[in-house]
Structures are given as structure tokens and as C-alpha cells.
T-cell receptor
Framework: GAVVSQHPSWVICKSGTSVKIECRSL??????MFWYRQFPKQSLMLMAT?????????EQGVEKDKFLINHASLTLSTLTVTSAHPEDSSFYIC??????????FGSGTRLTVV | SQQGEEDPQALSIQEGENATMNCSYKTSINNLQWYRQNSGRGLVHLIL?????REKHSGRLRVTLDTSKKSSSLLITASRAADTASYFCATDAGGSYIPTFGRGTSLIVHP
């Protein structure tokens, strides 16, 4: 089946640094990728929608200059958390829609900013 | 945006018992999916049910969909301790394929 590979699965970084999270569609082309974040014991909240070859669409309240999304190819979308702070510590997960089968999710990235 | 709401928020049962979780949503959907998430881990897809389907089975899982009530249920039969996890429903709506999630049900199965 269609698989989205997400890396890294976990990362610890220092406050003020940037972290890049990658999601690759392995056996299909993903023109669209959804990025979510999840705080402990809470639901997944949509942050943005990335579209190959165009600018990402951000949900209300999500800082586009802080959460940089790039979707340069049909198989790769990246989320870069810039100048990370402890409040950015969260679980980030990507998802790609499939035409006939809903959507498939990456395995998530646990970001801890210290 | 569209969002499912699961209930109960938490469910604690003994091994061997059945677990039922419900999901309600607000507007018409193309399909509804149930996912499982172990603590601190990614999502595992369990089952997808399309808007024109009423019931689906997969192993010990049974999902129903009532579009007139805008609700779905997930039944796990003969639960096991390994079923302990959070369970989420995700829906899309109309022409949009953007999945939105409910708050989830935290299931604890005691051995």
C-alpha cells in the first residue's frame, strides 16, 4: 500500500535552533501533504497544507515564518521549525491524501526543544 | 472545519470484554477512518468506511456508520491488553480531502 516515510522519528534540539522534518511518499506521488501537530493527550490539529510547486496554506494561528513548509517535488514535503522554543515541543505528523482510499500518515516526529 | 468528536474520552475495561467507541461529526463526509495511536507513537490505520457503507469488519474490529445521525462506532471484541491505546476517528467533508480528527478515546484494557 501507499506509504509515507517520515524522518526523524524523534529529535532533541537546543532552543533557538532549527529542525527539519521530512515526509516522503515512497510508492506514489503526493501533490498534497497535510501537516499536523499533537500536544500530549490531545488530538491532531491541522497546521498547514503543502502543495507541490506552490505555497503552503496555513491554518489560522499558525506562523508561516516559524513553520516553513517546502514541497519541492511530488514525493517530498518538509517542515522546518525555525528558531525552536520549548513551547514548540510536540508531536508532528504528516499525511497524504489517496484518491480512492482516504489518506495515509507518516509515523510522526517527536520534537523536544531544550 | 469539520471535526469528529469521540466519546467516551476514556474507557477502562477488563481483558475479554468488548469496547465500544463512538464518533460524531458535523457535515456530510466522503469517508470516515478510525486510527489507533499508542502512547508517543504514530498513527496506525485501522479501517475506512465510505459514506455509502453501513458496516465493515476487520478481524476483531467492527465499524458502523449512520450518516443520518452523522455518527460512527468502533467496536473491539474480546479486547486484549495490547489494545490499550488512543483511538481517533478522522473525517473529510464534501470535495475536501483534508482529514480532521476528533479528540480521541483513550482505551485501557486491564489484563
Amino acid at each position: 500500500g501507499a506509504v509515507v516515510s517520515q524522518h526523524p522519528s524523534w529529535v532533541i534540539c537546543k532552543s533557538g535552533t532549527s529542525v527539519k522534518i521530512e515526509c516522503r511518499s515512497l510508492d506514489f506521488q503526493a501533490t498534497t501533504m497535510f501537516w499536523y501537530r499533537q500536544f500530549p493527550k490531545q488530538s491532531l490539529m491541522l497546521m498547514a497544507t503543502s502543495n507541490e510547486g506552490s505555497k503552503a496554506t496555513y491554518e489560522q494561528g499558525v506562523e508561516k515564518d516559524k513553520f516553513l513548509i517546502n514541497h519541492a517535488s511530488l514525493t517530498l514535503s518538509t517542515l522546518t521549525v525555525t528558531s525552536a522554543h520549548p513551547e514548540d515541543s510536540s508531536f508532528y505528523i504528516c499525511s497524504a491524501p489517496l484518491v480512492n482510499y482516504g489518506y495515509t500518515f507518516g509515523s510522526g516526529t517527536r520534537l523536544t526543544v531544550v | 472545519s469539520q471535526q469528529g468528536e469521540e466519546d467516551p474520552q476514556a474507557l477502562s475495561i477488563q481483558e475479554g470484554e468488548n469496547a465500544t467507541m463512538n464518533c460524531s461529526y458535523k457535515t456530510s463526509i466522503n469517508n470516515l477512518q478510525w486510527y489507533r495511536q499508542n502512547s508517543g507513537r504514530g498513527l496506525v490505520h485501522l479501517i475506512l468506511i465510505r459514506s455509502n457503507e453501513r458496516e465493515k469488519h476487520s478481524g476483531r474490529l467492527r465499524v458502523t456508520l449512520d450518516t443520518s445521525k452523522k455518527s460512527s462506532s468502533l467496536l473491539i471484541t474480546a479486547s486484549r491488553a495490547a489494545d490499550t491505546a488512543s483511538y481517533f476517528c478522522a473525517t473529510d467533508a464534501g470535495g475536501s480531502y483534508i482529514p480532521t480528527f476528533g479528540r480521541g478515546t483513550s482505551l485501557i484494557v486491564h489484563p
